[in-house]
């Protein structure tokens, strides 16, 4: 099989084809091992961060942003973001903070991006 892709590792963008089959792969255009890296991972094992929205229980801020604090495969993104979805924050959280905690055991959490004191009004923000 053949297939063309570009690097998003650094700045060069190499743009790489990759030649495989059930026992070689091989490599073209990488300017860089990072880029056959890159190309490597992404034939057998292709990783994605996820970012994304939780509800909370605040009428003023009913969604917050977040993402995962590592990679999911690929093929568990649905998966994943069906978690996610469930998620309902009903608490004052800061940036950083884990709102979903190992989801489905992969070893990667699902944390807040923002800080929600500063974006909630009244008792808890500015404004």
Same mark, same amino acid.
């Given at each position: 099989?053949?297939?063309?892709?570009?690097?998003?590792?650094?700045?060069?963008?190499? #743009?790489?084809?990759? /030649?495989?089959?059930?026992?070689?792969? !091989? *490599?073209?255009? $990488?300017?860089?091992?990072?880029?056959? +890296?890159?190309?490597?991972?992404?034939?057998?094992?292709?990783?994605?961060?996820?970012?994304?929205?939780?509800?909370?229980?605040?009428? #003023?801020?009913?969604? /917050?942003?977040?993402?995962?604090?590592? !990679? *999911?495969?690929? $093929?568990?993104?649905?998966?994943?973001? +069906?978690?996610?979805?469930?998620?309902?924050?009903?608490?004052?959280?800061?940036?950083?903070?884990?709102?979903?905690?190992?989801?489905?055991?992969?070893?990667?959490?699902?944390?807040?991006?923002?800080?929600?004191?500063?974006?909630?009004?009244?008792?808890?923000?500015?404004?």
């Amino acid at each position: 099989m053949k297939r063309d892709m570009v690097c998003i590792i650094c700045p060069n963008s190499c #743009e790489m084809t990759v /030649i495989y089959d059930d026992s070689t792969l !091989e *490599v073209e255009g $990488n300017k860089c091992s990072r880029g056959k +890296d890159f190309a490597i991972k992404e034939i057998r094992n292709p990783m994605r961060s996820i970012c994304s929205t939780v509800k909370t229980v605040f009428e #003023e801020l009913p969604r /917050i942003s977040v993402k995962t604090d590592g !990679e *999911v495969p690929l $093929n568990m993104i649905f998966e994943v973001m +069906d978690e996610i979805n469930k998620v309902v924050v009903d608490r004052i959280l800061s940036t950083g903070d884990i709102v979903l905690e190992n989801v489905l055991g992969l070893n990667v959490n699902v944390v807040l991006t923002a800080d929600m004191k500063y974006l909630i009004k009244g008792e808890f923000g500015v404004g």
